[in-house]
């Protein structure tokens, strides 16, 4: 299974001009060094990129609503999405959290994506880390609830992004020795549910990801891949991480 990156723009870029940039660029970049790429881009860019897809780089929503239309004024919906091109959604991003996203929720969004054949990117991670352990607990309840309507024939289609909240734009990421020890615990709750498939899910990584650090996560840290943020916004740093990811 190659490495992945999903390439989350945020509220960037600002116009559709250097959107189509940014895109063409990830696009040649990820053609050229054989990495894996999905982007997710913002709304208002999702059907023009859509429109430029070509290749095996993939498109996500940044967020969905689960009902597929109806009155909620500033949403997407899951069909909206999928109709644009979009053929993969992020799901319970910290920052969506931090905005009253609930582990029902992500839930309910997860089980929306999954019926229309699209690919939830589940985002989990805890706040604060404490000597007792507590963030595990927190972690698997993220996780056990999102994937609460998930049925056994549909797991394999679904990715985990493990996103620590203290990491995410920290000047240091997550050490690849403790984040080994979360991937483990992870695929464990994956497992419980599910069997040996849960061995199978693609677990990322995302907190503070660039060209210095993603070698020895890939090769320590027990992830198959990144969720980046600020990097993936800036051609060459995106550039950079992408070629030490082909040669880990």
Same mark, same amino acid.
């Given at each position: 299974?190659? !490495?992945?990156?999903?390439?989350?723009?945020?509220?960037?870029?600002?116009?559709?001009?250097?959107?189509?940039?940014?895109?063409?660029?990830?696009?040649?970049?990820?053609?050229?060094?054989? $990495?894996?790429?999905? $982007?997710?881009?913002?709304?208002?860019?999702? %059907?023009?990129?859509?429109?430029?897809?070509?290749?095996?780089?993939?498109?996500?929503?940044?967020?969905?609503?689960?009902?597929?239309?109806?009155?909620?004024?500033?949403?997407?919906?899951?069909?909206?999405?999928?109709?644009?091109?979009?053929?993969?959604?992020?799901?319970?991003?910290?920052?969506?959290?931090?905005?009253?996203?609930?582990?029902?929720?992500? %839930?309910?969004?997860?089980? !929306?994506?999954?019926?229309?054949?699209?690919?939830?990117? @589940?985002?989990?991670?805890?706040?604060?880390?404490?000597?007792?352990?507590?963030?595990?607990?927190?972690?698997?309840?993220?996780?056990?609830?999102?994937?609460?309507?998930?049925?056994?024939?549909?797991?394999?289609?679904?990715?985990?992004?493990?996103?620590?909240?203290?990491? @995410?734009?920290?000047?240091?990421?997550? %050490?690849?020795?403790?984040?080994?020890?979360?991937?483990?615990?992870?695929?464990?709750?994956?497992?419980?549910?599910?069997?040996? $498939?849960?061995?199978?899910?693609?677990?990322?990584?995302?907190?503070?990801?660039?060209?210095?650090?993603?070698?020895?996560?890939?090769?320590?840290?027990?992830?198959?891949?990144?969720? $980046?943020?600020?990097?993936?916004?800036?051609?060459?740093?995106?550039?950079?991480?992408?070629?030490?990811?082909?040669?880990?």
């Amino acid at each position: 299974m190659k !490495a992945l990156v999903v390439a989350n723009w945020k509220m960037n870029p600002i116009s559709w001009k250097e959107a189509k940039k940014l895109f063409e660029e990830t696009k040649r970049m990820s053609g050229l060094l054989k $990495v894996s790429v999905i $982007v997710a881009a913002p709304p208002i860019f999702l %059907r023009d990129i859509g429109g430029l897809r070509r290749g095996k780089i993939g498109l996500a929503a940044q967020n969905v609503h689960f009902e597929q239309s109806g009155s909620f004024t500033g949403e997407v919906s899951a069909l909206q999405a999928k109709d644009a091109k979009a053929n993969y959604a992020l799901v319970g991003h910290a920052e969506r959290r931090a905005m009253g996203e609930t582990d029902d929720d992500v %839930r309910k969004k997860v089980a !929306a994506l999954l019926a229309l054949e699209m690919t939830p990117i @589940i985002c989990i991670g805890e706040h604060v880390r404490d000597d007792e352990g507590s963030h595990f607990t927190f972690v698997r309840e993220q996780l056990l609830t999102a994937l609460r309507d998930v049925p056994q024939q549909k797991i394999a289609k679904v990715i985990i992004a493990y996103e620590p909240v203290w990491a @995410i734009g920290a000047a240091e990421p997550m %050490r690849p020795h403790d984040m080994h020890e979360m991937s483990i615990y992870i695929r464990k709750a994956l497992v419980e549910k599910y069997g040996e $498939v849960g061995h199978k899910l693609m677990i990322l990584y995302g907190g503070a990801v660039d060209g210095t650090n993603v070698g020895t996560m890939l090769e320590h840290g027990g992830v198959k891949g990144f969720l $980046v943020g600020r990097a993936s916004v800036d051609a060459k740093r995106l550039a950079e991480l992408l070629r030490v990811m082909k040669d880990a």
